[in-house]
């Protein structure tokens, strides 16, 4: 069956633009995180979602960072007046049974 | 403050040969651990896991060593073949399923 998707692959913004991510989770699952990857480093945790509800935002390093998932399906993860450190791969994450998350190929962001 | 570690960024083998990847971890309250293989621009694709009540856990070619008193996991695979060359991360997890990553170890298998 069809695995996690992400959309846009990459994405190039100038610094102080908007930029949203989006997330199709794999059908079903119920649970859906966003982890945060820097170059040379392993991903780190943003927030996590079970169904609609955002059970825990407090890897968000700003509070320019703002994810939804409406209708406990398709997530956004919107980044606003992007800043140079923004630059990364934002990777996001579902899964059905617990502790074991599939990922989808992550959004590289580089904001110049 | 890193909660999980892997110290070797790096590791060479021989096919055919065992491939041990380390990976320590500081906070006690973890409860499960997670080894991921990833390849470049994809993600990371689960591996291979074991409880904190477990002390092995095998699957196939790979097999996860817990040492709690040492907080210590160990990933082995044998025989390494030329398709386990990736970046292989540890993951802790406790509490709500969010997972801890450590920074990775790039394996390579020389044919």
């Known amino acids: 069956g069809a695995g996690v998707s992400q959309s846009p692959r990459y994405k190039v913004a100038k610094r102080g633009q908007d930029v949203a991510l989006r997330c199709d989770p794999i059908?079903?699952?119920?649970?859906l995180f966003w982890y945060q990857q820097a170059l040379g480093q392993g991903p780190e945790f943003l927030t996590y979602?079970?169904?609609?509800?955002?059970?825990?935002k407090s890897g968000l390093p700003s509070d320019r960072f703002f994810a939804e998932r409406p209708e406990g399906s398709v997530s956004t993860l919107k980044i606003q007046r992007t800043q140079q450190e923004d630059s990364a791969v934002y990777l996001c994450?579902?899964?059905?049974?617990?502790?074991?998350?599939?990922f989808g190929p992550g959004t590289r962001l580089t904001v110049t | 403050d890193q909660q999980v570690k892997q110290n070797s960024p790096s590791l060479s083998v021989q096919e055919g040969r065992i491939s041990i990847l380390n990976c320590d971890y500081t906070?006690?309250?973890?409860?499960?651990f997670l080894w991921y293989k990833k390849y470049p621009a994809e993600g990371p694709t689960f591996l291979i896991s074991?409880?904190?009540?477990?002390d092995k856990n095998e699957d196939g070619r790979f097999t996860v060593f817990l040492n709690k008193s040492a907080k210590h996991l160990s990933l082995h695979i044998v025989p390494s073949q030329p398709g386990d060359s990736a970046v292989y991360f540890c993951?802790?997890?406790?509490?709500?399923?969010?997972?801890?990553f450590g920074t990775g170890t790039r394996l390579t298998i020389i044919p």
């Open positions: 994450a579902s899964s059905l049974v617990p502790y074991e998350q599939y």
């Open positions: 059908s079903g699952h119920v649970s």
């Open positions: 979602f079970q169904n609609e509800a955002q059970l825990d």
């Open positions: 906070n006690s309250m973890f409860d499960y």
């Open positions: 074991i409880s904190s009540i477990k």
């Open positions: 993951a802790a997890v406790f509490g709500n399923e969010k997972l801890t």
